[in-house]
């Protein structure tokens, strides 16, 4: 018997090694050393033996399961190496190849020119004042000094909501009448920029949608001649030291007097080109003395208080700038134009 157990401890050994997989070495440890393995077949024989023989026999038995038992740990870490082994042998990663590279947004040319008025004008020491796109008819035209049948009413074709007096705003210029109520009596000095709408005929000149920077200095003594030193300090900044300004007397309702601004044409200098149609100046905000109509309404008494206002159109300004010559290419969403700036 104790024979037959050492061919069988030998044998196990031998099929142990050939064991080349997790599967074959728990089928192995089933067959041998498991509940119906054939170690435990033979040692159940220990009944056929002679007391005598007994005790070496079972010695021997216990021998062989803790020798074949380290057998098998071993063999199973060998294994377990083997296979993370080939698992790495399998996945590797060529980490010289090149990657992929990934494409960089760039910032809307809007949202560019928006920054760059921003910052000239936070260096003057206007600060930035928000207010809303969907205002009320009151605050977009009465307020400031347009009535119900104003003929100036025709010069901002509106878009307006299923609710009656709620509209988009077709200028910042309302956002003036918020800033003021908010402020009186304090001095301001703001600009108002924002989206606004206008229900009109989309060409290369006009669209539904562009922003403005509406702009908004009040205080006492305030004169024409801050007007019109600040905005050239302004247009200097935007396009140039040297550039020359213009300004020419307009009617607005909100302002008087109104003037409008032009900077010499910034693509032929002044000389005439198409842009400018010929006449060497370009037109780029409306601007004028706060009216007392609008200081009243904004809470300010216009005996003690005077202001200037402005407004400029940043696609317009960016139209100039870079010689962009169709306004619907803004809002077009094309990448081709989009990536150029
Ligand atoms: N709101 C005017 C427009 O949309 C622009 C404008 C003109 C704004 C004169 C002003 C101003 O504040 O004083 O055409």
Redesign the pocket.
Known sequence: MIEQLDQLYQDALTTLETAASTAVLEAWYRDTLGRKGSVQLLTRQVGGLSPEERPAFGKRVNEVKEALQQAYDGRAEHLKLAEIEAAIARDTLDVTLPGRSTTHGNLHVATKTLREIYKIWADMGFQVFRSRDVETDEYNFELLNIPQHHPARD??DTFHTLTPGVILR????PG?IHAMRTYAPEAIRVILPGM?YRYEQITARSEIQFH?V???AVGKNITFADLKGTLTSFARRMFGEQRKVRFRANY?P??EP?AEMDVECILCNGNGCNVCKHSGWLEIL???MVHPNVFRNGGYDPEEYSGY???MGPERIAMLKYGIEDIRYFWGNDLRFLEQF
């Open positions: 010069m901002w077709t200028h910042t210029s003036q606004c403005q509406e702009g908004l607005f909100f302002t109104s409306g601007c004028g206002a402005f407004g």
